[in-house]
Structure formats: C-alpha cells, structure tokens
C-alpha cells in the first residue's frame, strides 16, 4: 500500500509502469469529488508526460482511491492504449473516489472486471475514456460527474470501442461540445442506468453540438431511465452531419430505450432546433425498442428511422417518421 500524504504533490517522472496488486490512496481515502484545496486532500499535479502505463503483460488488482489528480499542461493520465484488438488488459483493477482536472485524457484501455466508482472529471480536452472489454462496472453508486472543452469533432467524452456484459451507472454528464458516449461493437449486455446528458446553461455555441448518444454497431445495448436536454444543437458543427437526433444510431440491432426522458423547454431554455428526433435509427438498424418513453416540459416526441420497422414505440402518443 503507497499513502500518498495530504497537500499538493507533483510528479513530473513518468510514466511509471502500473505492477500487479498496487494499491494507491490518500490520507483518507475518501472521495475526490470537486477541485479545490479545503480539508485534508491529497492533490497530485502530472506534467509533461503521462503519470502511468500498462506493461504490455497486462495488469492485474489495481486499486487507485481518494485522490485529486491535476494536469499542468495537455497531458494523459495513463498512456493511451491505441491497439483495442491485441493489447494489454487491465483486470481486476479499482478505481474509485478520484478525481481528474485538465487531462488530454484519463483512460484509453481494454478492461476485463474493472470498476471505475464515484469520480468528478472536468476540463478535459480530449476523449476522456476509451474503453473495451467485459464484466465491467462504471458508475453504479453515483455521485459521478463529467464535463470539459472536448471540440465537437472528437468521438466523445466515453468511447467504448466493443464493450459486453458491462452495467453503466447515473454519471451526469454535461457534454460540452462533443458527443457524451460514442458506442462501437458490443455482443450484448451492455446496459446505462440513470445517465444524466444535459446541457443546462450552454449556449448554441457550447451545448452538446451533436447527438447526446451514437451508436456504432453491435447489439443487445440498453438504456434505461435516462434524461436528454439540450443535445443535437448544430449535428453539422462535428463535422458528420449525418449523426442526427438526441440519439444517432448508425449500425446495430436489439436495442432497447426504456423509460427514458427527452426534456423540452417549458422549464428551461431550450436549444436543440424543433423537429429534432429523440432517437434516429439509420439504415440497416433492426430492432429499436422505445419503451415508456417521456417528454417532459413539453418535449418533442418524434422518433424517427431510414426504413420504416426499424424502431417500435409502446406509446401510441409518439410520433414515428420515416426520413
């Protein structure tokens, strides 16, 4: 066990390879939830290279909790892993009660039953996440907030390149400019409950240019319980004008919205331009589920598809195009 002592820490000699078993905490190993100095924290500023690597062997019962971590300049947390097919796997691994202020990115990496709980990530400028795998879970006890300058060009704040039988929790997510989470390949049984994509008190400039959600390919993807506001402002700004509607489905099959919220303006100003679909599924997309879903404060309730079947709704008070 490393105890990292309270107060300001800078390490600038990195990256340091991650070894198996390592356990890392603050003083308290209490939660790292908003970035400033009151109370005992332990706060560890990276500059200039990435703080940590996976050795190409894979890692194994990581445990990183109860830190502040900040970056000096545009810098990785981790080095990115770029090879999602063959590299490293990081496994069994913890990372909980952290905070991260001003990364390029947090964490590119294949992970096989890693659990990332209760953090607050903000100012970063790149995709945040980019994550495969399996048997994972993110999120699920709450208190988990993410926002930041990620240009409307990027993927997305969360990238999960092909991720299965993973549970994704209530993480508020303010998607500043980009996509909040892009979803590529997947055989099933990835499923977010609770997520939070709003963009409250952005501008057209600022709000979440694109779709809150995309969704790249693979199927058995369920959402359920969560809230859109203020998405899809200027789809053209990301440079794929093509991704349209709160939620852009590209490829997949199996996919299933339940109980979901897609807020209108009564209550607060809204800027997604009217006739924006909740969902839009392309064309080749097979089997969308809308079940339940809610407009509230005089939401839109249009959902809409490439050919007609691809998405199904249980109420009969939406509306579904063919466009």
Not at 88 to 114: E, K, Q, Y
Not at 223 to 234: S, Y
Not at 259 to 281: D, F, K
């Amino acid at each position: 066990m490393i105890l990292l002592p309270n107060g300001p820490l800078e390490l600038s000699g990195g990256p340091y390879t991650l070894a198996d078993g390592l356990k890392l905490s603050g003083p308290l190993g209490a939660p790292e939830r908003e970035f400033d100095t009151r109370g005992p924290q332990s706060i560890v500023t990276v500059r200039g290279r990435p703080l940590f690597a996976t050795p190409r062997a894979g890692v194994r019962g990581v445990s990183i909790r109860g830190v502040q971590f900040r970056a000096a300049g545009p810098v990785d947390w981790t080095v990115r892993e770029t090879d999602f097919a063959g590299g490293p796997i990081m496994s069994d691994c913890d990372f909980t009660d952290l905070a991260w202020n001003g990364f390029s990115s947090v964490m590119h990496a294949r992970h096989l039953r890693v659990a990332i709980e209760r953090t607050y990530v903000n100012n970063g400028g790149d995709v945040q996440f980019k994550l495969g795998g399996s048997d994972n879970t993110y999120w699920m006890s709450g208190y988990s907030f993410l926002s930041g300058s990620v240009p409307a060009t990027a993927a997305a704040y969360i990238h999960f390149t092909s991720m299965s039988r993973t549970r994704v929790g209530p993480l508020y997510i303010t998607p500043q400019h980009a996509t909040a989470i892009r979803v590529g390949r997947g055989y099933g049984g990835l499923s977010f409950h609770g997520l939070l994509l709003d963009s409250t008190g952005r501008d057209v400039n600022t709000a979440c240019q694109g779709p809150a959600i995309v969704i790249d390919g693979g199927e058995g993807h369920v959402f359920q319980d969560c809230w859109f506001f203020n998405n899809a402002v200027r789809p053209a700004s990301t440079g794929r004008p093509w991704e349209k509607g709160q939620v852009y489905i590209h490829a997949g099959a199996q996919i299933a919205f339940v109980g979901c919220q897609w807020s209108g303006g009564r209550e607060q100003r809204v800027l997604t331009p009217a006739g924006t679909p909740a969902i839009y599924a392309a064309a080749g997309v097979t089997g969308v589920r809308v079940h339940a879903p809610l407009a509230p404060n005089g939401g839109e309730r249009l959902l809409q598809h490439a050919a007609a079947g691809a998405i199904t709704c249980d109420d009969p008070s939406w509306t579904i195009t063919t466009a």
